[in-house]
């Protein structure tokens, strides 16, 4: 299918237009005044000179490009001279200090000046591919050209030196970005050559002879270096480049009908949803590497999960819809939006994780009193911005043009992929969909079309459903005849569903999450003590959905613990203490202060 | 209680004979063989030059003591004189080296030289202590008393050096031993300095202005130095050597008498069994600084419970028992030997692990092929020695003088603290004890005493009894009249006993354990397939105790495993599949190749 684009849809009420209200009221200008704060916009002025507190980081660039790719998006919906001017501002240095070649990079540019394209895993192409991305952005939603001129002028560059001169230390970027981004400058200026030039990463990556791991650290795996891209059977290495890596093989694959690349995409993306993905959506087993490790290895206490893995996650399923109208794809990204991008973010808008742990033990997180050393374990609130801050600006683009999920067309039928109260309009069709969801499972659509049918997902997660219309069901979506009717009523019923997980992952052994609908609960020691690794949850118990103060419902229910016992160790019994459990969105963790939390409870 | 010397116990049959016999036959030659290929005894001859390869390490002459140590045991029962030309050689090379003052350590006679004493973490002392450990023993064996007189030489520096003059770097040793070990050579000289010079340490440990942590990476905390020893409330830092120290703690309290400092030895050895050891008696929960952590951190998969802390907790139990005749010391130490100290030593008797865990799993040991990081476990499969090989000499002294755990006395009563197929006599007492335990629970004990009482232990894992005699309880103990009769049977029901942890453990959350007696049960994958992690065991099963390969039963029950689900999540189901799970003594695991291993149970 193809898209709608996150222009032509207006949130108007509900879950997401908080969230939007959110970023446009909050969060964009926070992650601004800490990028202010922390010289990343100082930065382009390429003033720094050795000696110099503040040197500008390799992929600073990068921060700045996401924030004014989100602020290109907010601004589509309505103009804010302040953000504006300070694009424009950010834009001026960038044109300025690019070089006579076209090459920008706040880094290379003022120091490392003879290094410029000789390793492989310094972000250069990377943070050109994030400007590019702002650029077309920008560009699309004011008019103004300067950036996208200057990005072409880069992207030519990048052209000559990588492809016709085969010049540079290595032939393919070592975090991948610049593929995906191509692709939109090529959308946004119809210049082909921009497209060919991502195929020829796609084609040449892991298919070289001039590339190397990008660390001492790290394998042929690390990169996906291992076998050219059409081989590959599942993601592995660093998570978010991986993603990023088969969002460029999706763009290119349905750009040039390429079978053989969208088929390893696929094998890709089964692998990863059926053997590397916690529930959460999030992907990215450990730190060492921010990676994927091995099939079901999936722990808990030490994911990784970054935030920008699963914005990365939900922008390859996003992709993948657009080859195959299969609601799978949507079901994904449905499950990573809310659940492992959403973590990533306070209620408040300021605040940030990159690392989003299934669970917390604050009591054992610092283990050792008698050694300056710790085990290593995510930090337990959010702070305003980090050191390395690529996902708070990802949040802000992210989050801007979440709109752009929800609907999609092919030749006879409007989609609609994602649930959000809002209309969309395009010159065929005129859409409005009212709903609470995901609060609740109702859903009233009116559309007016001169498609023939209304497809609307069926979630992974709904079992049942009722309508007040006929329809069929394929590929994950209930078909309705858009030509006999405008007004359409479903009803996804919404109960807690408790969830188990393949007993190939070790750390949910014997244990149960509880879901409703698509979000995953979980229990913060706020609410339940200590010990919540002791909490026995039924499946079959009595679940109470009600009120909670984190936008979505709370969960209540019976649980159980062991029958208190001082012992250290004592004859095996079955007695159990009731306790009243309660559960809360997993998004909403860690917003009261450190706690305990945990998301996968002991099964009784 | 005092407690009746090894030497003056014969082992007769059953598995300690097997593993007296193992250690006498293989494990003392083995270790020989592995430290003389490896330069240890080498070093005695103190000829190593800079530029030379192998150069001492500071710790090696404690290795050649606990071998000494080890031989001197087994030469008290029968001569051998290969065994005891090495003992002899290198006691002359000691004693030819020893320089004026007394000092010996074949590191820093060679190296260092100016760094005497000036570094508390270099073990100078440690190497003291066991060196006079050794001293006593081979003197005691032989008559021999060339080490002894060089050892008190070096004591006598000791003294001087720390006590009158005060003149060493440090008031008391970084790695504790020189205070057990300085009791031990007062109470074979006579020479009651030794005693006091012990006291000294003692005294000054967490009590004087010089010492400093023992590194950088390390606190107060790290060697017990917050507090004077008699304010200590529970066992810190290094594992052994908190142990060592409370070892020589107890020895110091018995002798003078000292009720404050035996208090502290109390609340240390209550903090411990109640919070701070596993089920195995392993104790030192995490690699970094093979250290304590807190109260119920007791993680299974990444336990560090080195051979050489079990080994030291059941020296500490013996010497509490001399203080109180409190039958729960036995029953630590018991717990201790039969699962802390000999899964160290392969059933062959040449292989050994330093570390314990409680649990393997090899699917996820090497967690990232696309990294060269990789998350850090134990290894899997024991090999012949270390760079750091405390442990295989240690191994060889404990088990050589094995009997010495088994009896004790007091004025009117002869004390079974262990049960060992064996025979004891002393002046007013001829005891035999006939026994396949821990096998079985029966036990046939003939004894013949001028004393009023004969007194048996009531293992804590012990819930009935039946005798043919009758008895009072008192103290853990069933007190027989030795008077009235010379013959008693008693039979201990040993039923398999299923376990479960206090709550505050969080890893073991919903588990519980399979022991029998005082033999903790494991799975291993070579017999259970994997994923032992998913296996649920119901306490109230039948479980059959059968044969095995390894000394002692087998445990073999019907135990559960989650239906089978491809799916990587999906609604929970009570469904379960049978299975027969088998099970070997813990001690056992890694004598088969490359396993996963298990303890901890999911709880039906």
Known sequence: MKLIDYSKVTIN?????????????????????????????????CTWKEGDPNMPHVFWDSDVAKWIEGVA??????????????????VAEIVKNQDEYGYFNSHFLVTDQDLRFQNRDRHELYCAGHLMEAAAAYYESTGKDALLKAMCKYADYIERIFKIEDSAAFTTPGHPELELALMTLYKVTGEKRYADLSKY??????????????????????????????????????AVRAMYL????????LEYGDQELFDACERCYESLVNKRMYITGGIGSTRHG?????????????????????????????????????????????????????????????????????EIDVEFNHV?????????????????????????????????????????????????????????????????VSTAYPADGKLSIHCETTKKNLAVRIPDW????????????????????????????????????VIQSNSNVHDNAGRVAVTRGPIVYCAESHDNGRNLQAIYVDPDAEYVVGESEFLLPGITTTAYKPAENNA????????????????????????RGEASMQIWFLKK
């Open 73 to 90: 998006y907010i601004l589509r919906f309505e103009r804010n001279e302040k953000l504006e001017e300070i694009v424009d501002a950010a």
């Open 13 to 45: 009420n509900g879950f997401w237009k908080t969230k939007q209200d959110m970023v446009r009221n909050t969060t964009v200008h926070a992650v601004y005044d800490r990028f202010k704060e922390t010289h990343r916009f100082d930065a382009l002025s």
């Open 368 to 432: 050792n009193p008698a050694t300056n050393t710790k085990e290593r374990f995510a930090i337990t609130e959010r702070p305003e911005i980090f050191g390395c801050s690529c996902c708070p600006p990802n949040l802000v683009r992210f989050l801007s043009m979440i709109g752009g999920y929800a609907y999609g067309y092919d030749e006879d039928t409007v989609y609609v992929n994602q649930f959000m109260d809002s209309n969309m309009k395009t010159d065929d069709t005129t859409l409005t």
């Open 201 to 238: 990463f796609i084609d040449k990556h892991g298919n070289n002879d001039k590339d190397q791991p990008i660390a001492d650290w790290a394998t042929i795996h690390y990169s996906m270096d291992e076998v050219p891209l059409r081989e590959a059977t599942e993601p592995r290495g660093h």
């Open 568 to 591: 250290l160790y004592f004859r095996a019994n079955k007695e159990m203490e009731t306790m009243t459990l309660k559960l809360i969105p997993y998004y909403a963790y860690a917003n």
């Open 246 to 253: 088969l969002c460029g093989m999706a763009d290119v694959a």
């Open 462 to 497: 709904c079992e049942n459903f009722t309508t007040d219309s006929a329809y069929t069901v394929k590929d994950g979506y209930m078909i309705f005849d858009a030509s006999a009717k405008t007004d359409f009523a479903i009803e996804l019923d919404m109960p807690v569903t």
């Open 290 to 358: 921010e990676a994927f490790t091995l099939d079901y290895h999936l722990p808990n206490r030490t994911a990784y999960t970054e935030t920008c893995a699963a914005i990365s996650l939900a922008m390859f399923c996003l992709r993948m819809q657009k080859h195959q109208n299969n609601a799978k794809y949507a079901n994904t990204l449905e499950r990573a939006v809310f659940n492992g991008v959403l973590p990533g973010i306070s209620l408040s808008g300021k605040n940030f994780f990159y690392e989003n742990p299934l």
